[in-house]
């Protein structure tokens, strides 16, 4: 059990890492296409990825199931207002504002939400690694992102973000936890999601017509949003969702580091420092799960 919930740990961070690839993946593509409308063919993609995936390793009756339970288009109208709520903040408040509201208020609404829900206390350890992880993700922001007229909107719309995320991280915990497969689950609310979405991909998809277009959406969709949340799926199996919300954390890292070394973006000291302390505060989640102390 130890070793399993150590393991989980790692794919987790795994998976996060391959979140970070997201914003690096769309300036090289430079397709041209709405933000909303490259979210709403990711999520269309990964979506069909994973109901593949549950198919092929168990039948159409278990996501049949998971469709006729009201937790699960709950958790499909999380996943659909994460992605929306996501890119109204980086369209008001850029891209550093969306990211750091999301991305900070993630893990504390998790274990909140979770705790509210009869969930057991992530543990002292989950509390301060988050508290230094997060106090790293602050320090990659920018003061100078967004302009102050919608600064305030955006980060409105990223707390909103952050909730949704929060909210479908909790109702997927809770559907494994009702032995429900983690795959399964994923697959069934990830399609509703992608239905409530589909029609911002209807108003722009002419991106999707050009070879990089569709090589933007097979990569955000079979790796970032198949492959990873497949790797999400396996920690919410084995890890409470505050400490997989902690673990995640690990997608600013990459982010910011493939702006460095693939995009040429500048990196002060200070971001530096915050890339530093979020992989102590991810290194402490990892190693305390690996020594089975879940609760302390």
């Given at each position: 059990m130890t070793a399993r919930r150590g393991r989980a740990a790692i794919v987790v961070i795994g998976s996060g890492l391959l979140f970070g690839t997201t914003g690096t993946a769309t300036v090289l593509a430079d397709t041209g296409a709405s933000s909303t409308s490259i979210a709403a063919a990711r999520l269309l993609v990964g979506a069909i990825g994973l109901v593949v995936i549950?198919?092929?390793q168990r039948e159409w009756a278990h996501l049949i199931a998971l469709w006729r339970r009201p937790l699960t288009w709950l958790m499909g109208c999380g996943v659909a207002g994460y992605m929306a709520f996501f890119f109204?903040?980086?369209?008001?408040?850029?891209?550093?504002?969306a990211a750091l509201v999301s991305i900070s208020l993630s893990p504390f609404l998790t274990g909140t939400f979770a705790r509210l829900l009869?969930?057991?206390w992530p543990g002292r350890v989950w509390l301060a690694s988050t508290v230094l992880a997060i106090s790293g993700v602050l320090l990659l922001g920018s003061p100078e992102a967004g302009s102050s007229d919608h600064r305030l909107l955006g980060a409105l719309a990223a707390a909103a973000a952050s909730a949704a995320y929060a909210l479908y991280t909790v109702l997927g915990s809770r559907l494994v936890?009702?032995?429900?497969?983690?795959?399964?689950?994923?697959?069934?609310?990830?399609?509703?999601g992608a239905l409530l979405l589909f029609p911002?991909?209807?108003a722009d998809s002419s991106w999707l017509a050009h070879p990089r277009g569709i090589a933007l959406a097979l990569w955000l969709g079979i790796m970032t949003t198949t492959l990873s949340y497949t790797m999400f799926g396996y920690g919410l199996t084995?890890?409470?969702p505050g400490i997989v919300a902690t673990?995640?954390?690990?997608?600013?890292?990459?982010?910011?580091?493939?702006?460095?070394?693939?995009?040429?973006e500048p990196m002060s000291g200070r971001g530096w420092l915050g890339c530093a302390m979020i992989a102590i505060g991810l290194a402490l989640v990892a190693r305390n799960e690996s020594r089975g102390n879940a609760h302390v």
């Open positions: 549950a198919v092929s109204v903040a980086v369209a008001q408040g850029g891209v550093a504002i009869g969930s057991s936890a009702a032995s429900h497969h983690a795959t399964d689950t994923l697959a069934a609310s990830f399609s509703v911002l991909l209807l084995h890890l409470p673990l995640v954390l690990s997608e600013p890292v990459v982010a910011t580091l493939l702006g460095v070394f693939v995009l040429d």
